[in-house]
């Protein structure tokens, strides 16, 4: 496996990521679990998840099937670059969607214990929230990242 680095940062992954979104509404928890033990035996390190995917809204069950599988332990955990997402919809109330500060540290709190994990390594805004002001978001990224939950702040489907 070739292994590169997150942006400029001294983060090694690997180049071939493991997109988790079908895990739980097409591939059941047991299925899951076998694609990535079969995904760390040929050098895959790098996993790509969010809180929203699942197919049913509010459960995480991706999240959910990740955190069974690393709760088999066998170093699971520790050789993995974990990578999940905020902003989709969790719940039909407000501020349990997009990118407010009180959505992202919620978010991040139901990722870890879905997750089974006392932090997350890439931690990323899903999508651009125009209505929320980046001086909010970059201070609640910058509160998990203070309190160790999250390792690396990251952006997904955003424009460069």
């Not at 039909?92 to 997750?115: H, M, Q, Y």
Request: proline residues 2%; charged residues 20%.
């Amino acid at each position: 496996m070739d292994y590169t680095h997150v942006g400029r940062s001294g983060l090694s992954v690997s180049r071939v990521c493991l997109g988790t979104m079908n895990f739980g509404p097409e591939t059941d928890g047991e299925t899951s679990h076998t694609i990535m033990d079969a995904a760390h035996e040929h050098g895959v390190n790098f996993f790509d998840t969010a809180n929203a995917y699942g197919g049913r809204k509010g459960e995480g069950r991706t999240e959910q099937i990740i955190g069974r599988w690393f709760a088999k332990g066998g170093g699971r955990r520790h050789r993995t670059v974990l990578a999940t997402k905020v902003y989709g919809s969790m719940s039909d109330w407000p501020n349990d969607t997009f990118l407010s500060k009180l959505n992202i540290v919620r978010a991040c709190e139901g990722s870890l214990r879905r997750l089974q994990t006392d932090y997350v390594d890439v931690y990323q805004m899903h999508h651009v929230d125009r209505n929320t002001p980046w001086d909010e978001i970059w201070e609640a990224m910058e509160t998990l990242v203070a309190q160790g939950k999250v390792l690396y702040v990251g952006s997904s489907n955003h424009a460069g």
